[in-house]
């Protein structure tokens, strides 16, 4: 089982404007780009990288999302801060 995950997320306020990005996402825009576009995150700034983190680093619904979920395949999750596009880059 992996215990970090390295990550990419873009965080919007509300499901209408997420959906919109993920569909961008689906026509080929590139990830980094949306997040310094979009992203309510500081990391945005980054290209939405928040870098390696433990299991149990992130809120519940984040972290479940990043442990269990395919690879590279942007998803969908809300937690208490607003709406996430997350895509993990790997596991270890």
């Excluded at 809120?59 to 942007?74: A, G, N």
């Amino acid at each position: 089982m992996a215990n970090t995950a390295h990550a990419l997320h873009i965080l919007v306020k509300h499901k209408e404007k997420a959906e919109d990005i993920l569909k961008q996402l689906e026509k080929g825009a590139k990830f980094q780009t949306l997040a310094k576009k979009y992203s309510n995150c500081p990391s945005g700034k980054k290209g939405g990288d928040l870098g390696e983190f433990r299991r149990g680093t992130m809120v519940p619904q984040f972290d479940k999302v990043c442990f269990s979920c395919e690879i590279l395949t942007p998803q969908l999750v809300k937690t208490k801060f607003g709406w996430h596009i997350i895509k993990v880059l790997y596991r270890t």
